[in-house]
C-alpha cells in the first residue's frame, strides 16, 4: 500500500511491513540545492504520544547536514519540535526533510 493523497512529486510514502506506527519516505533532494539529484530514505516512527508530540525521523541513507547526527541519521529534536501541533499531520515532517 502506497500512500501519496498530497501528490507530491518529490515524495513517496507507505507504511513499513504495513505497520501504522513506522513509515518510510524517499524523498527525492531538492532543486537547486547540494541534495538534487539524490535518493533519500527517511523513517517516520509515531510515537504512542503522537499526535501531541512529533514523530521522531531518522535519514536511512547517508546524508552530511548540520541538523541531522552524522552517526545515527536522527533529525535533531529542536527542527521537527518547533512548531509541532496536535494539528499537524505526517506531511508536516516529510516536508520539514526536504526543507532543511
Known amino acids: 500500500m502506497q500512500i501519496?493523497?498530497?501528490?507530491f512529486s518529490w515524495c513517496t510514502i507507505e507504511p513499513?511491513?504495513?505497520?501504522?506506527m513506522n513509515w518510510r519516505a524517499e524523498l527525492q533532494g531538492p532543486e537547486a540545492s547540494p541534495y538534487?539529484?539524490?535518493?533519500?530514505?527517511?523513517?517516520f516512527i509515531f510515537?504512542?504520544?503522537?499526535?501531541?508530540?512529533?514523530p521522531s525521523i531518522r535519514f536511512m541513507?547517508?546524508?552530511?547536514?548540520?541538523?541531522v547526527k552524522?552517526?545515527?541519521?536522527?533529525?535533531c529534536t529542536d527542527v521537527i519540535?518547533?512548531?509541532?501541533?496536535?494539528t499537524l499531520n505526517g506531511e508536516s515532517p516529510?516536508?520539514?526533510c526536504r526543507g532543511l
Do not use: C, M, R
Not at 501519496?4 to 501528490?7: E, H, R
Not at 538534487?36 to 523513517?43: K, R
Not at 510515537?47 to 512529533?54: I, S
Not at 541513507?61 to 541538523?67: A, D, F, G, M
Open 4 to 7: 501519496n493523497k498530497a501528490g
Open 16 to 20: 513499513v511491513n504495513d505497520d501504522i
Open 36 to 43: 538534487v539529484g539524490g535518493i533519500f530514505l527517511v523513517d
Open 47 to 54: 510515537g504512542t504520544t503522537y499526535p501531541f508530540k512529533a
Open 61 to 67: 541513507t547517508k546524508i552530511y547536514h548540520p541538523n
Open 70 to 75: 552524522k552517526e545515527s541519521g536522527e533529525i
Open 81 to 86: 519540535n518547533e512548531g509541532w501541533s496536535p
Open 94 to 96: 516529510a516536508q520539514a
